[in-house]
């Protein structure tokens, strides 16, 4: 206990408060000066690191990572089947016949490696990891057999779009998102993420093939310096190899625009904390063994499902990370935009239409939607709420992208002339968006209500009401 500046005497507990205080006031103001950005400061680069620390932690809290990872486990349980068999049977196209032991094994290396219980050593581990791969075997079976059939293989293919899309729903929430890709972008995505797997998968297999191989170059002149490189560069190259391909996933499956060094920076880091995720699976086999014997023959299924939840658990936060860094340059604090009212989202779309009025009127081409999140420094899941209305309402108009890239970054431009739109027809239409047809009957019950709608909300004593949006820009 000692005196502060006023003579009064402080209590640890009071130093406590003014800390929290100070803490609360950092956060929630202080990291979010626009004097801090871009700088190069030791200050600036940790408040940086704050922001995007920050922008994970409201965004797992508004997305509800723990309910999205769960889907997704449901999801992965009911497409495993049809993607394996997806995959032994695509794959028969570039192995030669005889070889689906390697493909079975990659499969079962893949799906231990999301789900590490079922690879536990130890009393019970052998039984889990024979049950996946007679699992994987029985689908391998059903897919080279030929019985499948062309329904089979319709419905075989249907579901497995119906698990990547649910995938790419979750990720297009992380990044506020409303819209999908369409059927044919998504094939084309899709189907370029599976070849991108198995290129991964062979190498892989390749630097497995690499291990085994320092055994014959320890006989080889300097063969013991030349099996030491092998060694050391495999985890290597493993590494680059799987943080590549989760960057090429962050980046590619949300249908927005995601920059190449967020992309990496989340998957690095879900790369390492899978590892980590492997290393300390020790951990919990004894529950893995309790769970086998209490469950039986469907305990792998229960396994499996904890494993895959923990799996997308962290790829969900490398998606929420990648969000972060890449948003945390130009946005403000969300907590700010926590229950938005209508009046910020009015004020907010009048802002879209005013940026993309003033594109419009200086001769440029029309405005992008990565532009408008970095000028108004809005959360993207609200931007992109704004930017639909205004294009239901008809005072934006989508245009169509040429490519992937310009779908992801869409371009608006105004759908009606600048000296058509008032500021009292703005604000009339973004009220009055929706169903009003209960108006009528509200307004029978009291003059007053009428009298309200009629003074009030018609804006008729409002002289800035009539002026255009041309004469504001």
Known sequence: ????????????????????????????????????????????????????????????????????????????????????????????????????????????????????????????????????????????????????????????????????????????????????????????????????????????????????????????????????????????????????????????????????RPAFCGAVLVVILLHLYNMLSFLYVNRVVQTNSLYGSVGIIVILMLGLFIFWLLILLGGQVTYAVQNADFLTNENAWQKTSERAREVISLGILLLATRRFQSGHPPIHSSELLEKLRVPSHILNTSIARLCKIGYLVPIEGKNSEEERNRAYQLGKPAESITLGDFKQSIEAYGNNEGLDIVTAVDPAIRAYLDEVLSLKDCPSASRKLSELV
């Open 1 to 260: 206990m000692h005196n502060n500046k006023s003579g009064k005497k402080t209590t640890p507990l009071d130093e406590l408060k003014v800390y929290a205080d100070r803490t609360r006031d950092l956060m929630g103001r202080d990291i979010w000066e626009l004097e801090h950005l871009g700088r190069k400061t030791v200050r600036a680069r940790l408040y940086h690191l704050l922001r995007i620390l920050t922008l994970t932690w409201q965004g797992l809290r508004r997305n509800k990572i723990p309910v999205q990872a769960a889907a997704l486990t449901f999801y992965s349980l009911i497409g495993i089947g049809p993607l394996i068999a997806l995959g032994i049977m695509i794959s028969g196209f570039a192995l030669e016949k005889g070889n689906n032991e390697i493909v079975i094994e990659g499969i079962y290396n893949a799906i231990a490696f999301a789900a590490p219980q079922i690879a536990l050593e130890g009393e019970g581990g052998d039984t889990l990891s024979d049950q996946m791969i007679e699992i994987i075997n029985q689908f391998s079976a059903a897919a080279s057999s030929g019985t499948v059939g062309a329904v089979g293989l319709i419905m075989l293919f249907f579901i497995g779009i119906q698990v990547l899309s649910s995938i790419e729903g979750s990720f297009n929430s992380l990044w506020g998102v409303d819209k999908g890709r369409k059927i044919g972008e998504r094939i084309v995505t899709y189907w370029t993420f599976i070849s991108l797997g198995a290129v991964v998968g062979t190498l892989s297999l390749t630097l497995i093939a690499a291990n085994a191989f320092v055994q014959i170059a320890s006989d080889l002149p300097f063969g013991t310096t030349l099996a030491s490189l092998i060694q050391f560069f495999s985890p290597v190259i493993t590494f680059v190899l799987i943080s590549t391909l989760l960057a090429f996933f962050f980046r590619f499956i949300p249908n927005t625009r995601v920059e190449w």
